[in-house]
């Protein structure tokens, strides 16, 4: 079977992040979406390469105020600067189907470190949807606080992937 190609013209990669702290109100729990990156499906093998400046702010949920345009480019520049440094993220392993699950295996870099991951995906109707937990402390990546720590993001966070199966 040829290689299958994955990428934001047919799948997608989200991000999910939780603020907490004393001033959680005035801050967003984000959605974010990955707009540059691609992963290809060999046989058991999975590889995806994703540009962590490529985030776009699609919602802030739960906060005082929406996101102006000024807040979408300030949370940009945090990642770029402050948390990810702008390195790319990339996943390399394996992937096999139990039933009605894709177990995912292998190896993540993110921020610089690079750690074990694994994770069961639900497979629905030919496709690949489900969300896989993280923690940012275990690759390094101290999370983001503003107004002198008392807002802050959540170290767990959320990776939701939607993406067909080869046919």
Known sequence: MAPHALGPANASLVIKTYREGV???VGHDLVME???????????TVSLEADS??????????GMKPLSDKDRA???????EKVLGGQPIAFRGSARRD???????????????????MASLPIEAGRVIGTIPLTQSE??????????G??????????????????
């Open 23 to 25: 001033a959680a109100k």
């Open 34 to 44: 990955a707009e540059r990156w691609e992963a290809t499906v060999d046989g058991e």
């Open 53 to 62: 400046r490529s985030f776009a702010i699609r919602e802030g949920l739960r």
């Open 74 to 80: 300030d949370i940009r520049k945090n990642i770029d």
């Open 99 to 117: 039933g009605a699950v894709l177990v995912v295996d292998g190896e993540l870099t993110m921020g610089g470190a690079s750690r074990p991951l």
């Open 139 to 148: 690759w390094g990546i101290k999370p983001y606080r503003g107004l002198m």
């Open 150 to 167: 008392a807002l802050k993001v959540r170290d767990e966070l959320e990776i939701v992937i939607d993406a067909p199966l080869p046919g």
